[in-house]
T-cell receptor, first 113, second 119 residues
């Protein structure tokens, strides 16, 4: 079946540091890939997505590139802010997001001033 | 557009009681999804509807769980004879039809969830 593996947290960084959160996946076919973010006390929000190999999703300074050869979708940001502190979930959908989404376990990011 | 609304936000119940949660999707979203999230884990798919039809159910959805979307708008998730293992955050999401104009289509929009605690 489909699965997503992402690096365990928590990840603690100083403000303006570079962020990488690793994510790899297992799926049949050509899934769509997503990063969702969950701020404390709030629901999941889509951060970015990519629907085919070599696509780069980007939003709010975050980027991730769909790498089919390594089955990876690592999340990066060049300079994190305190407001980026949240839990980040890597996810995939085998049907372009129209059916069920399979999530990783989440990585908690804490950015300190 | 007020987003996906879930009620109640919190529910505390005693083991063996029945509970029901409600989800109101974004207007004109024809697909509605239920997920369960336990502490420290990612959301796990439970079931989804296209309009009023329930198209897929996870094996996580035991006989004690039932979901409905009678008119293709709001949905309810009922858990009968609750157990302590049912304690979790229950998330609802919705997505627009492929034919929708001027909106990203293949994205699920999540509500804030209903946190269930079974004592």
């Amino acid at each position: 079946g489909n699965s997503v593996t992402q690096m365990e947290g928590p990840v603690t960084l100083s403000e303006e540091a570079f962020l990488t959160i690793n994510c790899t996946y297992t799926a049949t076919g050509y899934p769509s890939l997503f990063w969702y973010v969950q701020y404390p006390g709030e629901g999941l929000q889509l951060l970015l997505k990519a629907t085919k190999a070599d696509d780069k999703g980007s939003n709010k300074g975050f980027e991730a590139t769909y790498r089919k050869e390594t089955t990876s979708f690592h999340l990066e940001k060049g300079s994190v802010q305190v407001s980026d502190s949240a839990v980040y979930f890597c996810a995939l959908s085998a049907y372009g997001g129209y059916q069920k989404v399979t999530f990783g376990t989440g990585t908690k990011l804490q950015v300190i001033p | 557009d007020t987003g996906v609304s879930q009620n109640p936000r919190h529910k505390i119940t005693k083991r063996g009681q029945n509970v029901t949660f409600r989800c109101d999707p974004i207007s004109e979203h024809n697909r509605l999804y239920w997920y369960r999230q336990t502490l420290g884990q990612g959301p796990e798919f439970l079931t989804y509807f296209q309009n009023e039809a329930q198209l897929e159910k996870s094996r996580l959805l035991s006989d004690r769980f039932s979901a409905e979307r009678p008119k293709g708008s709001f949905s309810t998730l009922e858990i009968q004879r609750t157990e302590q293992g049912d304690s979790a955050m229950y998330l609802c999401a919705s997505s627009p039809p492929p034919s929708a104009n001027r909106v990203p289509k293949n994205i699920q929009y999540f509500g804030a969830g209903t946190r269930l605690s079974v004592l």
